[in-house]
T-cell receptor, first 115, second 117 residues
């Protein structure tokens, strides 16, 4: 079983809604990530948090807003999304982004549908 | 720029047989890490195996082994004794090492494996 927990598993939202995806890990990892995955495509990195600070934003539109309240939690706030934002959103964590050996563990993902 | 290439979009294997999934990579870094992940239709990305660029021996994890040929820049995944539960999408991924490491994974396009009973 994965030690990275994502909620909700499925989310359907309208284009004017505000919703959030949540991610939690209790492995003591200090790096957390959001990836976006479209159908039959590989995941693409969106954000990296290192020691609770945003270290990478891969030019993601501002309608996606990440938040890291503490070292165990990572949120992705969603507002005014478009239907093309419908995808699987994967949260991941690793012990330290600076160590190449550190395995990156993923959660089960949140399936987002924007209507 | 870093790049991962998986040339097999789909593969079939008979149950209990071994199968090799191909992965080649391109990087100018001396320090890097290579990962294989399994993704069933449920969506979860499951870590399978890791190989570091300086590791002298090929990585093994249970039925999974990684055939690492550094000079050829290939990191093929070998699954022995295939099981029906192995049917899934498999991704090869690379991460830079050293001080430039951002934690970012670069993924290949994936290979869909179907195990026949």
């Amino acid at each position: 079983d994965t030690e990275v927990t994502q909620t909700p598993k499925h989310l359907v939202m309208g284009m004017t809604n505000k919703k959030s995806l949540k991610c939690e890990q209790h492995m003591g990892h200090r790096a957390m990530y959001w990836y976006k995955q479209k159908a039959k495509k590989p995941p693409e990195l969106m954000f990296v948090y290192s020691y609770e600070k945003l270290s990478i934003n891969e030019s993601v539109p501002s309608r996606f807003s990440p938040e890291c309240p503490n070292s165990s939690l990572l949120n992705l706030h969603l507002h005014a999304l478009q239907p093309e934002d419908s995808a699987l959103y994967l949260c991941a964590s690793s012990q330290d982004p600076g160590q190449g050996r550190n395995t990156i563990y993923f959660g089960e993902g949140s399936w987002l549908t924007v209507v | 720029a870093q790049k991962i290439t998986q040339t097999q979009p789909g593969m079939f294997v008979q149950e209990k047989e071994a199968v090799t999934l191909d992965c080649t990579y391109d990087t100018s870094d001396q320090s890097y890490g290579l990962f294989w992940y399994k993704q069933p239709s449920s969506g979860e990305m499951i870590f399978l195996i890791y190989q570091g660029s300086y590791d002298e021996q090929n990585a093994t994890e249970g039925r999974y082994s990684l055939n690492f040929q550094k000079a050829r820049k290939s990191a093929n995944l070998v699954i022995s004794a295939s099981q029906l539960g192995d049917s899934a999408m498999y991704f090869c991924a690379m991460r830079e090492g050293g001080s430039s490491n951002t934690g970012k994974l670069i993924f290949g396009q994936g290979t869909t494996l179907q195990v026949k009973p």
